[in-house]
């Protein structure tokens, strides 16, 4: 993900997280925040002109700097976190940043969690993400696709 203050970024998710942040060294002025659990949950966060883009071949990724890159984007992530509703609504009213909660068509609530107002997390607290997972089982899925008409391959 991309920031304005990359380094400022990275330490309030590494605090949701209760994890830890550090230098991204591969791109300078790039940052982590590393919840330290049993997944190896990370997140990148690289300066707010940073694009990402397919190396050539077998190359991995490279960076690119566009001074017009929209600070918008449609991608997002669900993250479960160690962490209460009120802990993270603290943590947003503190930075400024939008803190809803929110439910997802009735099958589980979410934290939409704005960072610098322009990128959205949807964070689940303990109690949340028993009831997102819940729904997630192949199972559930299943029948959610089945009634709402869509084919579903297993």
């Known amino acids: ?3 304005e203050n990359p380094g400022h970024v990275a330490h309030v998710l590494a605090e949701v997280l209760q994890g830890a942040c550090t230098l991204f060294p591969p791109h300078p002025g790039s940052f982590m925040a590393i919840a330290l659990d049993d997944y190896g949950t990370m ?16 190359d991995q990724v ?3 700097s566009n001074a017009l890159a929209s600070p918008f984007s449609a ?3 669900a993250i479960s ?3 209460s509703q009120a802990e993270i609504e603290r943590i947003g009213t503190r930075e400024g940043w939008r ?5 997802r068509d009735g099958f589980f609530d979410v934290l939409e969690f704005w960072v610098e107002n322009k990128l959205m ?3 689940l607290t303990p109690a949340m993400a028993a009831k997102y997972l819940e729904f997630m089982q ?3 899925l299943q029948k959610f696709f089945a009634e709402a008409g869509e084919a579903v391959a297993v």
């Open 75 to 77: 991608t997002h992530v």
């Open 138 to 140: 192949p199972q559930n």
């Open 99 to 103: 803190v809803v909660r929110c439910n």
């Open 43 to 58: 997140i990148e966060v690289y300066p707010a002109e940073t694009e990402l883009m397919p190396g050539s071949g077998t």
């Open 121 to 123: 997390l949807e964070f």
């Open 62 to 64: 490279t960076f690119s």
């Open 1 to 3: 993900m991309t920031a």
């Open 81 to 83: 976190v160690p962490t």
